[in-house]
């Protein structure tokens, strides 16, 4: 068994990381409603002013606000509706002094018309209203294109899509989108040791019930990708490397978990020419990485933080995704110290602007994942944080 | 046209929807690869320790501790190797004093051994190992149920599954697991005004395209739901009475946009028997609910406020989910003023620790949602928030 000669620092790794990956070129249009959380491929200019018209942000009277200006209560100004636009309709009737149009909230201002006056502030007398007091030109108006004007940009490529975006898209006309194909991500599980289903018999005599599959593709999932699960595989360097070359061919990345140490059975670092292997990461030392595939670590904290710290960047270079991640910022509850020359991961949770580190250690420690929503990082240069220091949370 | 007599404020109203509603009972027993972001039906005990076995958390040599404690650099204790476990595989061999069985991370600890000496802490000569250094007992090994004991709760009824927790469920074993039926949600859109598909010509006549029912399933489906949608309406009382009883007979929630405020064509709050309809909330005000009905605003600013104050909490109750909502602190980069008696929903961009609010104001302006990622609320009793000072931002 080898050691490695050299950890890479945390961020010159990933840097040669992105440096290798460059964004998918392929895209796909796709109705709306199907586009729920996906990645914009390009920006979205806007074809039309919205609304596209002067309408009414009120039920009420389309007036001339001048009309209106000398009103009061003792002394209210009449004015004479000549004309009533129904929902979805329109008005050809001129607004001119002294005539008003009757319409409700959405409808397009008359010609002439400056205002809105709201039905409650008009007493109605058979075809004309007297007004109590004046409005100002422009009120209870929304205005064509204030919401978007033509030609502005109203998204841009690499945004995650939101109800809200999706809404405005919509509204812009839009029946589809243009999205970045899912990349397609290969999953490898490698180790002897593991089962894929529960026997109490060879769980009591060594085995260990494999977990980092459904935890990948899970991951895989939420960060924009396609997980594609190729199996289980025994520590037998011909059939791992098989799968590896296989998944290689299918995938835009892989993940191989179980081989990146330098045990005895840790096979799967040969087959994969590594632009780095062991980084300054902790958990997760052990990972590598090569021709678009990740060999990580077979311990599921170690694979999370590798995930986290690494592939989860891979992905979003590979569809060019902005704001993938929700930082906030919190004061620690504790002291967490950390080793010079480590790249620490804690895990921690974050509630109302404190961040609780969990205390459980070990890479095998799963239930310090599920006791978590979110982690902290320590840079090579720090020996750690004090209680009451602000750190930033990543949430998960 | 009629005002609302009374603005129920915006807490009341929403103790009497979630006194309105119960948990739907039914769930589903899916398997673990489908579980993402579904909400957990039932609290989870562990039936198994993990690990169920003490295992050696490193590759190296099962010892007894004791045997080690004399080891010096210029006095090693000598060993002999008596057995070698490969992955997956154990060894039946007792480690009685003096010897020692090799094995590999993940193995299950041999009887008689205490503790594991790493690999390269040992020099090998034959079947003799030279032991340069004392281990404690327990050292480097992975004691059986440190990560979950048996009949632990693991996961507790409510929770939302992430990766990490679908993981540890297969690592306990589970193939599947019982969550919630997710709520069916039919949404109804009316207006005359509104149009589905781009048509320059009708935009140009006062029409309006359709945005809210993108937005709705969007949302409907982030918080757990499943989206139904029953088309746009006219203002036709018949059509639109009949749909609402349709979608009242398939569903759990029903949302109806543009029928709540008192105009003559707002037809949606006849048809249903509502507990309160009016609140405090701003912008939204009209919102009315009964009948597990919600009679929503026509512009979509509101009825995503409306969504976020009230629908939202609904669709948690239904499903019983816990920590729905992602609530961080901020300090606001501006002054933001309200008044008296309204409960403000106020759009911020949250980014590092900091909410500015978003100016754009309108009910209409959909370009203010996408310039936001996350709202605070002023409650009725408050004249707003200063410069500066510290709010509670909920994410979205």
Known sequence: MREFKKLTPYK?????????????????????????????????????????????????????????????????????????????????????PGTAVKLLTGAKIPEGANAVLMHEMAERDGDVIRVLRPVAPGQNV?????????????????HILRPQDISILKALGFRTVKVKRKPRVGIIVTGSELIEEFDEEALMHGKILESNSVMLKGLVEQYFGEPRFYGVFPDDEGEIGKAIEKAQEENDLVLVTGGSAFGDMDFAHRFVKLLFHGTTI??????????????????????????????????????????????????????????????????????????????????????????SNGYITIPEDSEGYLEGEEVEVVLY
């Open 142 to 158: 929304a205005m064509k294109g204030e919401d978007v004007r033509k030609g502005e940009v109203v998204l841009r490529k690499g």
């Open 282 to 371: 902790r958990p997760g030392r052990p990972i590598g990485y090569g021709e678009r595939t990740f060999v990580m670590s077979g311990y599921p904290v170690a694979v999370f933080a590798q995930f986290h710290l690494y592939v989860k960047h891979a992905l979003a270079k590979l569809v060019g995704a902005r704001n993938y991640e929700v930082k906030v910022r919190a004061r620690l509850t504790e002291r967490v110290p950390s080793q010079l020359g480590r790249y620490e991961f804690v895990k921690v949770w974050y509630e109302n602007g404190k961040a609780k580190p969990i205390k459980k250690k070990g890479s095998g420690i799963i239930s310090s994942l599920v006791e």
């Open 12 to 96: 010159e790794a990933l840097s040669l990381l992105l440096n290798d990956l460059g964004e998918i070129p392929e895209t796909e249009e796709i109705p709306l409603d199907e586009a729920l959380w996906r990645v914009l491929a390009e920006d979205i200019v806007s074809p039309i002013d919205l609304p596209p018209f002067s309408r009414a942000a009120v039920d009420g009277y389309a007036v001339r606000a001048e009309d209106t200006f000398p009103a009061r209560e003792y002394n209210p100004v009449e004015i004479r509706v000549v004309d009533e636009i129904i929902a979805g309709e329109e008005s050809n009737t001129e607004v001119t």
